[in-house]
């Protein structure tokens, strides 16, 4: 049986901010003086992805140098994304441990060595423009959810190296750390300008509702990337998951990731409705939070159906 894209649906409105188009051409430029983009070939591909226009409808608020910031970290996130996905690195778990390894020392604020890939380089500016709204101290919770991103990647790799398609239950387990998404939650009091002590951000519920709407995402990505990805051999989808552990047909695993979707969502609404209130200024500021995890889910939804993203792989042979 053949693919039939989903159409699902989300109840939160978008929004839209205004200078996410002038934000996504100075990405650009930043990642074409640090070499991320190899060719017109691959710059023609980045573009297609309107990384701009997602950064915008997630965080249709912030000011623009801070905005800047995040979209150049998903610029930069997408390519090691395609790097560490594909060939050589994607299924040599060794080289790809050691490459992160090295990105993370970076991020720490280890030195440059003179021959480093453009995606090092890049990732150091990245943290020099990150300690204009940090102290390094303050910097950790993100740095320890980059690496526990690429821990996931890593996980991914060593799946790909043995040929072996993940079961059901590590894959919930490992999937809201391959997103990505809990980088950006931790960097949320960083940009901000408003209160988000480690109380509140570890808060049983405020945590919950951090993975709830991660999920959300997640499942719209293993939806809607999923020709990508069958065209690929990518095992890590959750629709072929199900398929491969529980015999499940396409339409059948399509069918229930798609109710997995609306069950978080569900449950992310009813979570959001009862959410303690803790009184002035951290009161705005979770509302603030909630506002940035719906622009997450319906952000991400409308940019997947619009995005270049899932058509071929926005990167091909590039040094890492």
Request: hydrophobic share 45%; glycine share 6%; aromatic share 8%.
């Amino acid at each position: 049986m053949e693919y039939a894209r989903p159409s699902l649906t989300c109840p939160f409105p978008v929004a839209h901010h205004p200078a996410a188009a002038e934000v996504e051409q100075a990405a650009l430029a930043w990642a074409r003086r640090h070499g991320l983009l190899a060719s017109a070939g691959v710059e023609r591909r980045v573009r297609a992805v309107r990384i701009g226009e997602l950064m915008g409808m997630v965080y249709p608020h912030l000011a623009p140098d801070a905005l800047l910031l995040l979209t150049q970290w998903t610029l930069w996130g997408f390519v090691w994304d395609d790097l560490c996905g594909t060939p050589p690195l994607g299924n040599d778990p060794q080289r790809l441990d050691a490459a992160q390894q090295r990105l993370l020392a970076v991020l720490r604020g280890a030195a440059l060595h003179p021959d480093e890939a453009p995606t090092v380089r890049a990732l150091a500016d990245l943290r020099q423009r990150w300690l204009r709204y940090a102290t390094p101290v303050q910097l950790d919770p993100y740095i320890r959810s980059v690496e526990q991103h690429f821990a996931a990647c890593l996980w991914e790799a060593t799946n790909r190296s043995a040929g072996r398609t993940p079961d059901l239950q590590a894959y919930l387990a490992m999937r809201p750390f391959s997103s990505g998404v809990y980088t950006y939650t931790e960097a949320f009091g960083l940009l901000e300008g408003l209160p988000w002590p480690e109380e509140l951000r570890r808060d049983p519920q405020v945590e919950r509702l951090t993975l709830l709407a991660n999920n959300v995402v997640c499942w719209i990505n293993d939806l809607l990337s999923l020709p990508k990805e069958l065209a690929s051999g990518e095992q890590h989808n959750l629709v072929v998951i199900l398929q491969q552990h529980q015999g499940l047909s396409l339409s059948s695993a399509l069918a229930q990731v798609e109710a997995r979707y609306y069950q978080d969502l569900a449950a992310y609404q009813a979570l959001e409705a009862c959410l303690p209130r803790c009184g002035g200024e951290l009161d705005r500021a979770l509302a603030t939070y909630t506002q940035v995890l719906r622009g997450w889910m319906a952000g991400s939804l409308q940019w997947s159906y619009a995005s270049g993203r899932y058509g071929a792989s926005m990167l091909q042979a590039q040094p890492a």
